[in-house]
Structure formats: C-alpha cells, structure tokens
C-alpha cells in the first residue's frame, strides 16, 4: 500500500521592507553603545578556536572508513564534529595560535573608529 506525501511547501516570497531606506553601499551601522571589551574578548577566543577546529578537520579524516578514528557509521558522523570543535577550544584556552589578541585589537579599533 503506498501512501503519498504531502505537499511540500511553497518558498516564502520576501517581503518588502515598508518605510526604511536601504543601506548605502560600505556604511557601518553605528552602535549606540560602545561594545564590551569582556564580549570582544570572547568572541576573539570564540573566532580561534573555531579556526583550528577547522584546521583540525583534516587530521580525522582517513583515507579509508574501515580505517578511522571510530570505526565509522552515522555516530562517527554525529559525534566526531563535535570532537574537533572541543578539541579546538581546549587549544585556543590554553593560549592557541595566538590569534585571539590581534583580532581582539581589530575588533576593539573598528569599534572606536565607528563610534566616532
């Protein structure tokens, strides 16, 4: 017995933007409140960890399944991403690549250059 499936659905149109004006080309919005360093300072961290997981990426990928890390299938899958992720924020909390602080003073000078 076969059974059928629903309709998929249609893709929204997007809607227009009533009222506001579009963005000039290469303008900054300004905030209205200067960023904190504490967040700035996390999402560097955040920003070098997420760079050597994905230099990390290639180091589990074997060039046969049989001959993995974890033996393969859908938990591999699933769970071995997150290892890599892990893997590295616990290398960009014990001092990484050293990325974290120049791009934790970009951050900090493109907020005071839009703030002015």
Do not use: C, Y
Request: no cysteine; glycine share 10%.
């Amino acid at each position: 017995m076969m059974t059928s499936l629903p309709a998929m659905p249609q893709p929204m149109t997007p809607m227009p933007h009533a009222g506001l004006a579009a963005p000039m080309p290469g303008a900054m919005a300004r905030p209205s409140v200067p960023a904190d360093p504490t967040k700035i300072a996390k999402a560097a961290r955040d920003f070098e960890a997420m760079v050597l997981g994905e230099f990390l990426k290639p180091m589990f990928d074997a060039p046969e399944p049989k001959k993995n890390l974890f033996g393969g299938g859908a938990g591999e899958r699933t769970w071995k991403p997150m290892l890599i992720d892990e893997i590295g924020k616990q290398i960009a909390s014990a001092g990484g690549l050293g990325l974290a602080a120049p791009i934790q003073a970009a951050m900090l000078r493109m907020q005071q250059a839009a703030s002015r």
